[in-house]
């Protein structure tokens, strides 16, 4: 939109649709964030968040609504999707790691192939980036080599290594034993520390608590209430959301 | 007994040849138009998935002696095309093991994670770029198992080109024959024959051998490799 | 005369020996089960020698062609047979070529079977109190049976196909009449297109009247991937 832009938003979603069958999982959802924001996703299972993310790099097709990354929208129809998502990170549940590539193949090859990079350069950039998620030592493990925690770290360092302007990350913890979910959080929040821009759908309380700027609580495929962290844990408006946020303390711990 | 041990070398002499001719030349045409099947009926349009999987049928339905008289015999008579018979064999064989081939490397394609796939157009991949660097190399190692089988497929297959006339090795055997019953008695054919079906096992081995070999080279820790092929 | 035209009439000779093939395959099947049953016993529950010969078996049936097996013990064996007064048919000598070969891989298919059932079943078996052979006859066979069904419905339709073989002996299954009947015409491609259609149309209606046998007794969570012949 003209003219509104102080604060540099760089991601725009405005009242996005979604129907999976005869269930609308997103009922017109829209956000913003601003760079150098982080915003955290909660919300009971199977509301849409992980829709929402989706969405946002077509990775889903949502049936309406659309979205911008800066200025442009991305979801026109001749958009290069392709250009577009090596702009915005995705880290997955499920880590998605490239099974038949070392860790540090996993993290080059983005660089490689779709920004062209030549070899040298590429494997340089992926080993500054492993040694930045603290895997340095393990740039030629194969994903099965590796724990949960140092896969999901691995997936971070992949999602880095494309410089993106957001990073988007689905529940990234919700597969990990509990030992390792620590290692991947201190990543998450040097990396909000730092500056990057970063929309998570987590359960991590701790998390939200220290870096997000805003949590956003969604039920039933739209956002029912969101704010600043400390306001909606002492304050929040709707009792649906007092509720969960109970429980998931309870559940989560802090 | 003299004649049988003078007759395995005629066998591997004359008839080894052309049976491992054939298998490679089975093997390697099966994989050249197996392959674009397979990723055709995996990525294409829903009319080439159809027109492929009649293709699939229409080999695995039919008999491949059958095939190889409908090639040679039919197209001679019908047609007035004279194939030369070894050439005969080797399209009709070729034909039915690219439907077979298909579906073991359709089967490792569609046996590799859509995790990856996703994976892949999440950073920015094309469809083509995600196949080509992250899918096909997985489905690849995925697909060695079962095209081992396939390769002891085609080489037992290679004994029914004697049908019409190819002289493999089980043409050979078969000229042999009468010259053992006249030498040493017709008891003695079982023996021959055992012998035949001995170079056969040991062609078996070799083969699964060295493919065995190639799966430990490209393997890696962890890879599944239990690709399960639908029939 | 058109196509179809040309086919009703060599239909009736072909399927007269399409019996024949069918005879064949039956035949083979049902020697292949009893000897696979054995074998796959044998290589599972056997102690090491028997299950020494039954792997000699598999593999050499397994690694050797079908065509071989056949002449072995159609020509191979047959000067033995009138050694002791007995002549044997070529029908004979089919179906018992093809059903030790398919015996082999019968018998592979049912021990995957039985080794992907074995391990807690067997336990729990035994917990209740059941001896070992209660136990393989009760628990584990019941589930390997149904397990086997996809990979014994390959092996039948392979058998259909390879009944042709029996060509090399001058028996009158289908592919050797239609032979007869395709060299007895100009229309050669078309007599043995025939012959392919009723292949097809036999390995179809197998093929489907299986699948709706493996419907009809599936117990949910019961499940294993195929094994490749």
């Known amino acids: 939109m003209t003219g509104e832009s102080t604060n540099d938003i760089v991601l725009r979603a405005q009242d996005i649709h979604k129907t999976y069958g005869d269930l609308e999982v997103l009922r017109g959802v829209s956000c913003e964030l601003a760079r150098g924001e982080t915003k955290v996703v909660i919300g009971p299972s199977g509301t849409g968040k992980s829709t929402l993310l989706r969405c946002i790099n077509q990775l889903t097709i949502p049936d309406s609504g659309r979205v911008w990354l800066g200025d442009t929208e991305i979801t026109c129809k001749d958009c290069d999707i392709n250009a577009v998502r090596a702009q915005i990170g995705f880290v997955f549940q499920d880590f998605n790691l490239f099974t038949h590539l070392t860790a540090l193949q996993n993290v080059r090859i983005g660089p490689m192939r779709v920004k062209k990079m030549d070899r040298p350069t590429a494997t340089r950039l992926a080993v500054e980036e492993l040694e930045r998620v603290g895997l340095g030592d393990k740039a030629g493990a194969y994903p099965a080599e590796l724990s949960g925690g140092q896969k999901q770290r691995v997936s971070i360092a992949r999602a880095l290594a494309m410089f993106p302007q957001l990073i988007l990350f689905d529940e990234p913890t919700s597969a990990l034993d509990p030992e390792l979910i620590g290692e991947v959080l201190e990543v998450m929040i040097s990396l909000a520390k730092e500056g990057m821009t970063m929309l998570c759908v987590t359960h991590e309380m701790g998390f939200a608590r220290t870096v997000a700027d805003e949590i956003i609580f969604m039920e039933g495929g739209i956002i029912l209430e969101q704010g600043a962290p400390d306001r909606l844990f002492s304050n929040a408006r709707e009792p649906r959301t007092r509720e969960f946020l109970n429980k998931i303390t309870e559940l989560y711990g802090e | ?231 | 005369m058109g196509f179809f035209e040309f086919a009703a009439d060599i239909l009736p000779r072909l399927l007269a020996a399409t019996g024949v093939t069918l005879e064949i395959t039956a035949g083979s099947m049902t020697l292949g089960l009893i000897i696979g049953v054995l074998l796959a016993l044998g290589r599972v529950y056997g102690a090491r020698p028997v299950r020494w010969v039954t792997n000699a078996y598999i593999q050499f049936f397994r690694g050797t062609p079908l065509l071989v097996q056949l002449l072995i013990v159609y020509y191979g064996l047959s000067p033995y047979f009138r050694m002791a007064g007995l002549r044997l048919s070529p029908l004979v000598a089919a179906i018992a070529a093809l059903g030790l070969n398919s015996a082999a891989y019968q018998a592979e298919y049912l021990r995957g079977a039985i080794q992907a059932v074995r391990s807690g079943q067997m336990m729990a078996a035994r917990a209740v109190g059941m001896s070992r052979v209660q136990a393989i006859r009760h628990v584990i066979l019941p589930q390997a049976f149904r397990l086997v069904i996809p990979s014994w419905s390959n092996e039948l339709i392979y058998s259909i196909k390879y009944s042709s073989l029996a060509y090399f002996i001058s028996l009158s299954e289908l592919t050797f009449v239609g032979k007869k009947v395709a060299l007895n015409t100009a229309r050669t491609f078309e007599a043995y297109l025939v012959v392919a259609a009723i292949y097809l149309v036999i390995v179809v209606i197998v093929s489907r009247l299986l699948t709706m046998l493996e419907n009809r007794i599936r117990i949910p969570g019961l499940g294993v991937s195929r094994a490749h012949r």
């Not at chain 2, 290679?158 to 043409?171: D, H, P, Q, R, W």
């Not at chain 2, 001995?198 to 490209?218: D, I």
């Open chain 2, 1 to 231: 007994m003299d004649t049988i041990l003078h007759s395995i070398w005629p066998i591997v002499r004359d008839g080894l040849p052309n049976t491992v001719l054939l298998t490679l030349g089975l093997l390697g045409l099966g994989l050249a138009l197996g392959f674009p099947i397979a990723f055709a009926q995996v990525y294409g349009y829903r009319p080439l998935r159809w027109a492929c999987k009649g293709y699939e049928q229409f080999f695995r339905g039919v008999p491949a002696l059958v095939l190889i008289l409908l090639l040679h015999s039919g197209l001679a008579r019908s047609f007035h095309i004279l194939l030369p018979t070894f050439a005969s064999g080797l399209i009709a064989l070729g034909l039915r093991s690219s439907a077979y081939q298909s579906q073991i490397f359709r089967g490792a394609i569609q046996a590799v994670h859509p995790g990856q796939m996703i994976a892949a157009r999440s950073i920015g991949m094309s469809k083509w770029q995600a196949i080509r660097h992250i899918v096909l190399p997985q489905a690849f190692r995925l697909s060695i198992p079962p095209w081992t089988n396939e390769y002891s497929s085609v080489l037992k297959d290679t004994s029914l080109v004697s049908a019409i006339g190819v002289v493999e090795m089980m043409k050979k055997t078969m000229l042999l024959m009468p010259t053992v019953q006249y030498r040493e008695g017709a008891k003695w054919i079982l023996m021959l024959l055992i012998v035949a079906a001995l170079v056969y096992l040991l062609l078996t081995y070799a083969g699964n051998m060295g493919l065995g070999l190639l799966e430990r080279r490209v393997r890696l820790p962890g890879f599944e490799m239990t690709g399960k092929v639908e029939r």
